[in-house]
Every structure is written in structure tokens, then in C-alpha cells.
């Protein structure tokens, strides 16, 4: 299926991982700054990528462990404003060895992390959507290791377990600075948490809250500015 974004146009018809509302989230809320490096880790058809390098001059990796999801990925940078920007790599997270021991400015992940529901028949999707050999423990020392000290990171994670995210990040020396905690609409729990880590210590995190819809089942004016840059309205 295409989706058009304002400035490039995603295809994801090859990739286990789709275009949906949990990228859009992030991808417009995330904020890499000045960054110079960006990693992208579980890029899928590449939507993370694609909006980090909208938001930055970066040289961006994005890191696929599927193959078909790493080309189709590969296909849509090619197409995009920023071909020349980014780089689709097919390896896991653990075998990953960046070129000339670079490390990054800024690492984005939706990660995986269905671990404790049903999982799909397909073993493709498995791989790339569950713990299966990557659990929150390697992902965090996996980043440690990958990113820069002065460098931050930015996730969505489900809300009923966000706080276990927090510790495993805490034990691995990065702390909160900054918390959106997503509804679906006014009267709903928190569906996902949106975060951003640094090493540095902050004992006063930013938490904000986010509905996506209104009463009346319209986008929010929250929601709207979030997505204006990437989202057709």
C-alpha cells in the first residue's frame, strides 16, 4: 500500500513492519536535534528514517533484520529527497557493526516488544515483531554501546509497561528527560508512551499527555500540530 506523506511516499506492502499510527507518533514527536548521525534500529519499510531525515541533515542507517523489509525500505530512500542520506542495512541489532566504529548523535526505535500476547503463525513477523533472541535488556545495552555519550534516544512503548522500560534504561545508565503519555480519546487509558533518554541525570522529567481523537471522533488540534509537518489533512 502507498502512503503520502507532504515530502515522500512510502510503499509497505513488502514489509513486516506497516506504515501506522505508532510511527506517525513517533516520527513527528521525536527530535533529533542537530544530529549529525541518526540509527534507525527496526526500520521496517524505512517511515522512521524517512521523517528523521525530513527533520535533520543527518547521515542516516537504518537497521532491518528482514530482508524484504530492508529492500523495500532501500526502494523507498531511493525515491525520496534524501537517497543519498541513508542507507538500509539487513543485519539484527546484535550482529550490527557500524562502519569505522561510528557511533551515533541520536537512535530511534519502535521496538519489539509483544512478547506476553499471541503471536503471529508467521515466523517473519515473529522475528521482527517479538523478543524472540532480543529482549529490553540487549536493546538497551545494544544502544549504549551504539550511541554517543552526550547523545539521546527516543521510543514508543506500550503505557501498562513503560515503567518497566524506565528501569531496564536506568539500570543501564540513561535517564528519562521527557514523557508523552498517548490516548486514543478523552475517557481512554494511555495506550503507548512516547520517551526520550540521555545519560545525563534529570530529576524533573517532562510528562505531557496526547489524545489523538476527540469526543466526536475528530483529530485533535494536539494531534494535528504534532503530524503537520508529514501528515495530509
Request: proline share 5%; aromatic share 10%; glycine share 6%.
Amino acid at each position: 500500500m502507498s502512503f503520502r506523506f507532504r515530502h515522500f511516499t512510502i510503499e509497505d506492502d513488502r514489509s513486516t513492519l506497516k506504515v501506522g499510527t505508532d510511527a506517525m507518533l513517533l516520527g513527528s514527536w521525536a527530535d533529533p536535534g542537530n544530529a549529525q548521525t541518526i540509527l534507525d534500529i527496526g526500520s521496517g519499510c524505512g517511515v522512521l528514517a524517512l521523517m528523521m531525515a525530513q527533520k535533520s541533515n543527518a547521515l542516516i542507517d537504518a537497521l532491518e533484520i528482514d530482508p524484504h523489509s530492508a529492500d523495500q525500505a532501500r526502494e523507498n530512500f531511493s525515491h525520496s529527497p534524501w537517497s543519498d542520506r541513508i542507507t538500509s542495512i539487513c543485519k539484527s541489532l546484535v550482529d550490527f557493526q557500524p562502519s569505522s566504529d561510528r557511533r551515533y548523535d541520536y537512535i530511534i526505535t519502535n521496538p519489539p516488544y509483544f512478547s506476553n500476547q499471541l503471536k503471529s503463525a508467521s515466523m517473519k513477523i515473529n522475528r521482527t515483531k517479538h523478543e524472540e533472541g532480543l529482549t529490553i535488556e540487549t536493546l538497551i545495552k545494544m544502544i549504549r554501546s551504539l550511541l554517543k555519550p552526550e547523545g539521546k534516544f527516543s521510543v514508543i512503548f506500550p503505557y501498562e509497561n513503560h515503567r518497566f522500560f524506565i528501569d531496564v534504561c536506568k539500570k543501564n545508565g540513561f535517564h528519562i528527560h521527557q514523557q508523552v503519555n498517548v490516548h486514543t480519546k478523552p475517557g481512554n487509558c494511555a495506550g503507548r508512551t512516547m520517551m526520550e533518554f540521555k545519560q545525563a541525570i534529570n530529576t524533573c522529567p517532562l510528562t505531557e499527555r496526547l489524545f489523538i481523537l476527540d469526543e466526536n471522533g475528530k483529530f485533535t488540534p494536539g494531534y494535528l500540530t504534532l503530524t503537520a509537518d508529514f501528515h495530509y489533512f
